[in-house]
């Protein structure tokens, strides 16, 4: 089993920026794709990004390419996703997921945080 538990979400004005934070235990960390979703109220769940084992392989939703970086630190067991440039419709419980490829598909990831809120205002 894995277990996640996301951290960092909160309200903040259209244009800050934050940090999400994703705490990994359970299975060997370093073998699994973490992702990063959200899910907006009535949509439907959505990729946000995610990070190969190594680090070194990123995919990148084309609504958030070139202002959201996700990044993992094996060492702590944690994976990050630095949000600069928010907008309102970037509002949304954002979720952390463990899974074994480098995908946007939600089922080809097996493990799930509860999710952690951001709300951004206008």
């Known amino acids: 089993q894995v277990q996640l538990v996301e951290s960092g979400g909160g309200l903040v004005q259209a244009g800050d920026s934050l940090r999400l934070s994703c705490a990994v235990s359970?299975?060997?960390?370093?073998?699994?794709?973490l992702g990063w979703f959200r899910q907006a109220p009535g949509k439907e769940r959505e990729f946000v990004a995610a990070?190969?084992?190594?680090?070194?392989?990123?995919y990148y939703a084309d609504s958030v390419k070139g202002r959201f970086t996700i990044s993992r630190d094996n060492a702590k067991n944690t994976v990050f996703l630095q949000m600069h440039s928010l907008k309102p419709e970037d509002t949304a419980v954002y979720h952390c997921?463990?899974?074994?490829?480098?995908?946007?598909?939600?089922?080809?990831?097996?493990?799930w945080g509860q999710g952690t809120q951001v709300t951004v205002s206008s």
């Open positions: 990070i190969k084992w190594s680090g070194d392989g990123t």
């Open positions: 997921a463990a899974g074994r490829s480098l995908s946007a598909y939600h089922r080809n990831y097996d493990y």
């Open positions: 359970g299975r060997t960390f370093s073998n699994y794709t």
